[in-house]
């Protein structure tokens, strides 16, 4: 029996009390939660990877770096889908695959370097051309080889390897960085143009922005921006009705963000993306059986935040066909056009598969589980497999699994960021494209006539694109429009827009006087 | 004492080898990065450039013989989302969950030495029935409804602690107070039925007729013989701590090993996981040798073993 004489883990006690001690009430570099009066505070939903700009095209990257530190030759406009110069201040078209730039004078870096046209078709050259495998080349311009050439400091000539008739639109992805920029890695932390330049990030806890000086535009009104990042959407929305942030982002009507919530239209739409190619999704009447048997009003009331919508684009891309309703909720049609293709000897009994993702949009599972009962309903037999990211984009993404899956129904979510149905066109429903399962002769040729017309031609071409999908293709069945929810401080002033998801412009955020 | 650590840590060997290799291979199974990493529209050939620079392109037992050099010279790899050697992310974050997991450990001993020892002291008693139903309660709650409500009592509607962060002393309440609930129920339980069995064994009634106060009857004879199962429950628990609170973590934006590692198994980002695996392996071979030296230290029996 040990006596009770002096304990031997007495040291052991102590030192490991010494030690917590010394470690203090803090983690290394904790985030500020105050910052006065003249910072802004803003809470994401995660980190951003880097601020690599030419992964602006990122959400992650590019709502914290595009239009805050770096800018782009052209921006564009949410709400009215027009051109806006930005750092160029006009442009022309000179040949079929040539265009002219006029620069933008007086503009400087945040590390005092001019912007010149050198700097431009640098950082072109860098995004398009270069081993960084930069998101804004894949996403932007795919096959299109690009060359920049300065014809003086305020001159750029950008030539094409086909034509391209929304090149400057494309250029608004590419974010300008001096010549100095490393042109062979990332870089996390980019010297830019913009009106705000990074002032310290301390990686896991947050990233300080602060008001650049020498800024060539308008003065934005807070001196200083600090965002910090919280998985959780309930966490963020009480930080804003905490006091603790001034703007939360990526929240759902379940937040809890009361009366601080805003609501707001996206670009993204929700839809199921049907695998047309086997039985019995091979058939029309099943496919346009699907539409019918989900209900859009339901689950836009009840499940997630959107309005019902029939293509996959929004108001303001161009190629958006007004003329294109929802498809309506109508059941009894549903299992008629089931009950049809089965008499035809369609194999309306095989099971066809939903592939979901969770974490998608918000109640992305009990979403599928509406859509199955819809399904269920109308004749046909559907089980759901729910997926992590990338388990799910093997779905997504050619070559599919080449295993038994049997006839699947994708549950996917598009959001053309570009404003131009050409950025959807092509890799969802081209038969070659990327995300593309099914697609026709006809309608290939109808999406390659529209990439290549302009103006009002162009938009016409792609309206009548998305009019052939939804009445002879059927490919899809698209869900919703889905309405973004931010929390917003009454302390500041904000109108959010289509692109706020992607890009959210510290300099229209406005002190509330 | 010096034969003890020997022993464990040449035993720990294995299990290491063993966890490193699977969490190799077994990642790698998962799927391929690059979708994650290259814009969905990405060509083939993009896909195949991807894969040559990252050395995922080679065979995978290529991949490991490299990955095993690599290591030896203490370089963990790059992050393919950051950008950045892994190493590097995971010593950061690996220090926060350690201080997380510090303080929660120590609070829940002390408090359950305490309340175990107090219900103990007199069993059946309404002290003892109290203790008892609570540390049941405490034992059973899910932490992640522990960690909103908290949010929401608190820091939403009292107004007394920010909902999140790292930033001051208050910053630490909600996340260890989540953490420390049910490592507390469990070890309530465990010192109290152990000190129900110290207190009755013929010792403790050797001393009391010899007229030791009680106060050293509890804490100075029985309570060092209940702490073998209370250090080894404890050890179990700290051992779940360290290796990352991933729900508090998540929810209170701790930038720890937890959160650090379900980001890189959904990024796909092998490296970061890698390294935070075999980080946190080894701090919990640390850790369990660390409860065999204090089992050493509080039992004779224990040393005479290693000893011999």
């Given amino acids: ?513 | 004492m010096l034969t003890l650590l020997r022993r464990r840590a040449v035993s720990s060997v294995i299990p290491l080898m063993v966890v490193v290799l699977g969490v190799f291979f077994l990642a790698r199974l998962t799927g391929d990065p690059a979708n994650l990493y290259l814009p969905l529209s990405a060509t083939p050939e993009m896909r195949a450039e991807f894969a040559a620079r990252n050395g995922l392109d080679e065979p995978l037992v290529t991949q490991f013989g490299d990955y095993l050099a690599q290591v030896a010279h203490l370089d963990f790899g790059e992050s393919l989302r950051t950008a950045q050697p892994a190493g590097e992310a995971v010593l950061r974050a690996f220090p926060a969950t350690l201080q997380l997991a510090g303080w929660t450990m120590l609070l829940a001993i002390v408090g359950a030495v305490a309340i175990g020892s107090l219900a103990a002291y007199r069993p059946n008693s309404a002290t003892d029935r109290i203790a008892s139903f609570l540390s049941s309660m405490a034992a059973s709650v899910p932490d992640f409804w522990i960690a909103i409500m908290g949010v929401l009592v608190f820091a939403v509607t009292l107004g007394w602690l920010p909902t999140s962060g790292t930033s001051g002393a208050a910053a630490w309440v909600l996340p260890v107070a989540t953490l420390l609930i049910r490592p507390f129920g469990v070890l309530v339980q465990v010192v109290r039925g152990a000190m129900v069995s110290a207190l009755s064994a013929p010792y403790v009634k050797v001393a009391r007729g010899k007229g030791a106060s009680e106060p050293r009857v509890v804490f100075g004879h029985s309570l060092r013989n209940a702490a073998a199962p209370a250090l080894t429950v404890a050890g179990d628990l700290a051992v779940g701590l360290v290796n990352g609170a991933v729900v508090v973590e998540t929810i209170f934006g701790w930038p720890g090993i937890g959160k650090l590692m379900i980001d890189s198994v959904l990024q796909r980002d092998f490296a970061v996981l890698q390294a935070a695996v075999l980080l946190t392996a080894l701090a919990i071979f640390a850790l369990n040798i660390l409860v065999d030296l204090c089992h050493a230290l509080l039992d004779p029996r224990v040393r005479q073993r290693a000893a011999a």
């Fill in chain 1, 1 to 513: 029996m040990p006596g009770p004489g002096p304990s031997r883990s007495r040291p052991i006690v102590t030192s490991l009390v010494v030690l917590l001690a010394a470690s203090g009430c803090s983690v290394a570099g904790a985030d500020p939660v105050g910052g006065g009066p003249g910072t802004l505070r803003i809470v994401l939903p995660e980190e951003p990877p880097t601020l690599e700009p030419c992964d602006a095209s990122l959400t992650a990257t590019g709502r914290v770096t595009r239009a805050n530190i770096t800018e782009a030759l052209t921006e564009r406009e949410p709400s009215t889908g027009g051109l806006e110069p930005a750092l160029a201040t006009k442009w022309t078209r000179t040949s079929a695959t040539s265009w002219t730039f006029t620069l933008r004078t007086g503009v400087t870096f945040h590390d005092g370097s001019p912007f010149t046209a050198a700097a431009a078709a640098f950082s072109i050259k860098r995004a398009t051309d270069s081993g960084i495998d930069c998101n804004v080349d894949g996403y932007i311009f795919a096959d299109t080889e690009l060359t920049a050439t300065p014809l003086d400091d305020t001159a750029l000539r950008v030539t094409t390897s086909k034509p391209d008739p929304i090149l400057p639109l494309r250029l608004s992805f590419v974010e300008i960085v001096p010549t100095g920029t490393d042109p062979d890695s990332r870089v996390r932390e980019p010297v830019g143009t913009g009106p705000y330049r990074i002032d310290e990030w301390n990686q896991g806890r947050y990233l300080r922005l602060k008001r650049f000086s020498g800024y060539w535009g308008k003065t934005p009104d807070f001196s200083a921006a600090t965002y910090v990042w919280r998985a959780e959407g309930s966490v963020r929305a009480a930080m804003v009705t905490n006091d603790e942030a001034d703007v939360a982002i990526g929240l759902a009507p379940e937040d809890g963000a009361g009366d601080r919530a805003v609501e707001f239209a996206t670009n993204e739409v929700s839809y199921l993306r049907i695998d047309a190619t086997k039985p019995p999704l091979d058939d029309i009447r099943v496919r346009r059986a699907v539409n019918y048997a989900i209900d859009r009003e339901g689950l836009t009331t009840a499940v997630f935040a959107g309005r019902p919508s029939g293509q996959l684009v929004s108001k303001g891309v161009t190629g958006y066909n007004p003329r294109i309703d929802p498809w309506p909720y109508d059941p009894e049609r549903a299992r008629r056009l089931v009950a049809e293709a089965r008499a035809d000897g369609v194999r309306t009994d095989t099971t066809l598969t939903i592939i979901g993702r969770n974490g998608i949009y918000p109640k992305a599972a009990e979403a599928m589980e509406v859509v199955q009962d819809g399904l269920l309903k109308a004749g046909l037999k559907v089980r759901i497999k729910m997926l992590d990211v990338n388990a799910w984009l093997e779905y997504l993404l050619r070559p599919f699994p080449t295993g038994d899956t049997g006839p699947t129904l994708l549950q996917a979510q598009h959001g053309n960021q570009a404003g131009d149905a050409a950025f959807t066109m092509g890799q969802i429903y081209g038969s070659d494209g990327a995300q593309s399962s099914y697609g026709t002769a006809e309608f290939d040729a109808r999406i390659a006539r529209a990439q290549l017309a302009s103006g009002g031609k162009r938009q016409r071409a792609f309206a009548d694109a998305f009019d052939y999908q939804n009445d002879k293709v059927v490919r899809d069945a698209v869900m919703a429009n889905m309405t973004g929810l931010l929390a917003l401080s009454p302390k500041v002033r904000y109108r959010p827009d289509s692109a706020t998801n992607d890009e959210m412009r510290l300099a229209d955020m406005r002190r509330q006087d």
